[in-house]
Nanobody, 121 residues
């Protein structure tokens, strides 16, 4: 079994910064890509950033230049450094990972439980 646990959310003033972490644990052989999504109240979940196994990154236009995704393969952890935060960044942030577990021969997608980020104006 594989679990993803996010941390680092909280309340911050506009213009501030937060760093989210997501650690994967369990019977993990390897992790391919990681992603961060967010969902604001009354809105659909949207993709924020991704990072490939080769550390190639991509970002939504709404966060480009303000957020940075990174990964630590030794720790099976992904990070999302968020700067110049805006009230419209307020959402529950979820991490996801493509994981190859020891018990399987294919990659499966796993999701964390989410962490709340609230940006006050």
């Amino acid at each position: 079994q594989v679990q993803l646990v996010e941390s680092g959310g909280g309340l911050v003033q506009a213009g501030g910064s937060l760093r989210l972490s997501c650690a994967a644990s369990g019977s993990i052989f390897s992790i391919n890509a990681w992603g961060w999504y967010r969902q604001a109240p009354g809105k659909q979940r949207e993709l924020v950033a991704t990072i490939s196994s080769g550390a190639s990154t991509s970002y939504s236009d709404s966060v480009k230049g303000r957020f940075t995704i990174s990964r630590d393969n030794a720790k099976n952890t992904v990070y999302l450094q968020m700067s110049s935060l805006k009230p419209e960044d307020t959402a529950v942030y979820y991490c996801t990972a493509e994981v190859l577990a020891y018990s399987t021969t294919w990659f499966n997608d796993y999701w964390g439980q989410g962490t709340q980020v609230t940006v006050s104006s």
